[in-house]
């Protein structure tokens, strides 16, 4: 069992930076893969990007690429999203995600709890 805290969301004026936090429960989190979804008030949750266990592989969602970069740090068993140039349309709960790599989120099999993230214009 593998327990996500998100950290890091808060409100932030288009063009600005935010980096989320995803800090796993165990060393165990890295033997998996990771992944970030967010899901906009009115719409269906969506895939933002993800990392393999070995940190190489990366997938990052066409709307992101670019501005968001997805990377793992081992020593702290964490998981960052940092976001860059955001917009009002990055508004959205984020959610940290274990066990799956790809774009379905019912691939992965565990998940936080969510940090809100709002950007105004």
């Known amino acids: 069992q593998v327990q996500l805290a998100e950290s890091g969301g808060g409100s932030v004026q288009a063009g600005g930076s935010l980096r989320l936090s995803c800090a796993a429960s165990t060393r165990t989190s890295r033997k998996y893969d990771m992944g970030w979804f967010r899901r906009a008030p009115g719409k269906e949750r969506e895939f933002v990007a993800c990392i393999s266990v070995s940190g190489q592989l990366t997938m990052h969602a066409d709307s992101t690429k670019g501005r968001f970069t997805i990377s793992r740090d081992y020593a702290r068993n964490t998981v960052y999203l940092q976001m860059n140039s955001l917009k009002p349309d990055d508004t959205a709960v984020y959610y940290c995600?274990?066990?799956?790599?790809?774009?379905?989120?019912?691939?992965?099999?565990?998940w936080g709890q969510g940090t809100q993230v709002t950007v105004s214009s």
């Open positions: 995600a274990a066990g799956g790599y790809g774009v379905q989120s019912s691939d992965y099999d565990y």
